[in-house]
T-cell receptor
């Protein structure tokens, strides 16, 4: 079983839609959960960062972690064409030297 | 401006011709790493460094070398490139192991 699974999509939605992006993971020791956004021909950029379970909101973006189900989500409200990008989840353990494990990314297109 | 820079951004080379991709960060980060990104395979870590003179293998280190002689620089060396190393390469740095800041990428083609 892979450490992190992410549906690659592609996902295409109309402008204004609510978008839900998801990852599942296998190791219950993971404690840190991140979402990166990668525009075409650019490096990934950190979008959201959460520790342990719960929700975190930043503007139109909400990150949700359910450790009991080993499931993380990113919700985008009122999606905009500028949100069109590939979204990668990334997960890490608690140790100071533990590396990030990335999902393969979901490509999102928001159509005007 | 806080940033990670990589050079070159695009490179076409031939099998066996040694090359170096440079990476530099101006954020005084301890951690630096190299990834390659391939369609269907996602981001895979090649090498990482937790501090000056401290480097270790990631998931796909074969065919690559790195060095960390200064905190800000972390070059990736391909001693004898092969076509299967054609990929998009990213350097990243971070203050802790988790929140990594990525460079703009280097697209390498090995003929």
């Amino acid at each position: 079983q892979k450490e992190v699974e992410q549906d690659p999509g592609p996902l295409s939605v109309p402008e204004g839609a609510i978008v839900s992006l998801n990852c599942t993971y296998s190791n219950s020791a993971f404690q840190y959960f991140m979402w990166y956004r990668q525009y075409s021909r650019k490096g990934p950029e950190l979008l959201m960062y959460t520790y342990s379970s719960g929700n975190k909101e930043d503007g139109r973006f909400t990150a949700q972690v359910d450790k009991s189900s080993k499931y993380i989500s990113l919700f985008i409200r009122d999606s905009q064409p500028s949100d069109s990008a590939t979204y990668l989840c990334a997960i890490s353990g608690q140790g100071g030297s533990e590396k990030l494990v990335f999902g393969k990314g979901t490509k999102l297109t928001v159509n005007p | 401006e806080a940033q990670v820079t990589q050079n070159p951004r695009y490179l076409i080379t031939v099998t066996g011709k040694k090359l170096t991709v440079t990476c530099s960060q101006n954020m005084n980060h301890e951690y630096m790493s190299w990834y390659r990104q391939d369609p269907g395979l996602g981001l895979r870590q090649i090498y990482y460094s937790m501090n000056v003179e401290v480097t270790d293998k990631g998931d796909v280190p074969e065919g690559y070398k790195v060095s960390r002689k200064e905190k800000r620089n972390f070059p990736l060396i391909l001693e004898s490139p092969s076509p299967n190393q054609t990929s998009l390469y990213f350097c990243a740095s971070s203050p802790r192991w988790r929140e990594q800041f990525f460079g703009p990428g280097t697209r390498l083609t090995v003929l």
